[in-house]
């Protein structure tokens, strides 16, 4: 494996490690009833990650153009590789999820107290700070995988989450993809990444957060448990691992998609 495909892969895992921990900070936020403050932080974490995947595409766009002078390189197969880090970021940060979500809850705690995000930054990165990470270090235990029964959480809400995720998993690298394939129209087949993620994104908003929004407001009011939450997050990640493997088999059709796109008149 290349650098260059190395340094690609890392920065894919550390988008889907850094939206798959989103989950915990919405969980601090419910634990310790400053939900608001917790969805700033989401909002903050899940804004750098989804800027950060952007920059994907110059990268990947450096493979494709090795692949086309001709550098003997497996471009699908790379694709590939590059995947699979998404799908190993979203598993760190399921394993990592009860660490994960007593951090979550000092950061909440601490920029109520700071009052601003840039703060909390400067105040959180530090050596000393970052010793004590271990100091909230939690194991994940079997016991939380018997908890998370599909009973109560609608199928099909786990199901288009997949879906969603799988779609804007491969969307920049479809996109990408397809300017291989179709190296005379390489410039649309580029553009067109935006649109496939700006659907996905879309759908996410109108069928996946509301229900998400309706149980955090049930939690809060007391109508049902914490734990219904935890459950809940923790099939919503699960179908986010899911949905970065679907990405695999999305690829293929996805690039022809584009493709076909990019062809009308």
Same mark, same amino acid.
């Given at each position: 494996?290349?650098?260059?495909?190395?340094?690609?892969?890392?920065?894919?895992?550390?988008?889907?490690?850094?939206?798959?921990?989103?989950?915990?900070?919405?969980?601090?936020?419910?634990?310790?009833?400053?939900?608001?403050?917790?969805?700033?932080?989401?909002?903050?974490?899940?804004?750098?990650?989804?800027?950060?995947?952007?920059?994907?595409?110059?990268?990947?766009?450096?493979?494709?153009?090795?692949?086309?002078?001709?550098?003997?390189?497996?471009?699908?197969?790379?694709?590939?590789?590059?995947?699979?880090?998404?799908?190993?970021?979203?598993?760190?940060?399921?394993?990592?999820?009860?660490?994960?979500?007593?951090?979550?809850?000092?950061?909440?705690?601490?920029?109520?107290?700071?009052?601003?995000?840039?703060?909390?930054?400067?105040?959180?990165?530090?050596?000393?700070?970052?010793?004590?990470?271990?100091?909230?270090? *939690?194991?994940?235990? !079997?016991? &939380? %995988? #018997? @908890? +998370?029964?599909?009973?109560?959480?609608?199928?099909? $809400? =786990?199901?288009?989450?997949?879906?969603?995720?799988?779609?804007?998993?491969?969307?920049?690298?479809?996109?990408?993809?397809?300017?291989?394939?179709?190296?005379?129209?390489?410039?649309?087949?580029?553009?067109?990444?935006?649109?496939?993620?700006?659907?996905?994104?879309?759908?996410?908003?109108?069928?996946?957060?509301?229900?998400?929004?309706?149980?955090?407001?049930?939690?809060?009011?007391?109508?049902?448990?914490?734990?219904?939450?935890? *459950?809940?997050?923790? !099939?919503? &990640? %699960? #179908? @986010? +691992?899911?949905?970065?493997?679907?990405?695999?088999? $999305? =690829?293929?059709?996805?690039?022809?998609?584009?493709?076909?796109?990019?062809?009308?008149?």
């Amino acid at each position: 494996m290349s650098g260059q495909l190395l340094l690609i892969c890392l920065l894919t895992l550390l988008v889907h490690a850094a939206e798959t921990s989103s989950y915990a900070i919405r969980l601090a936020g419910i634990r310790s009833r400053k939900l608001a403050v917790a969805l700033s932080l989401t909002g903050m974490v899940l804004l750098v990650a989804r800027t950060s995947n952007l920059f994907q595409s110059k990268y990947v766009g450096e493979l494709v153009d090795q692949a086309k002078g001709g550098g003997g390189a497996d471009l699908g197969g790379q694709i590939h590789i590059i995947l699979g880090g998404a799908a190993l970021g979203t598993l760190t940060a399921i394993l990592l999820f009860p660490t994960l979500s007593f951090l979550s809850m000092r950061l909440v705690a601490r920029l109520e107290a700071l009052g601003s995000i840039p703060a909390l930054m400067r105040e959180s990165v530090s050596v000393d700070k970052l010793k004590m990470v271990g100091h909230y270090a *939690r194991l994940p235990r !079997l016991r &939380m %995988l #018997s @908890r +998370l029964r599909i009973g109560g959480i609608p199928k099909r $809400l =786990l199901l288009l989450n997949t879906l969603i995720t799988g779609i804007y998993t491969v969307g920049v690298l479809s996109a990408m993809y397809a300017a291989y394939l179709a190296p005379a129209a390489a410039t649309e087949a580029v553009g067109s990444s935006g649109i496939i993620n700006g659907i996905a994104t879309i759908l996410l908003t109108l069928f996946v957060d509301p229900r998400v929004a309706l149980l955090t407001d049930k939690v809060m009011g007391g109508q049902t448990s914490e734990a219904e939450m935890q *459950r809940m997050f923790g !099939l919503l &990640m %699960l #179908s @986010r +691992l899911a949905g970065t493997l679907l990405a695999h088999l $999305l =690829l293929w059709p996805g690039a022809q998609l584009v493709v076909w796109y990019i062809s009308l008149d």
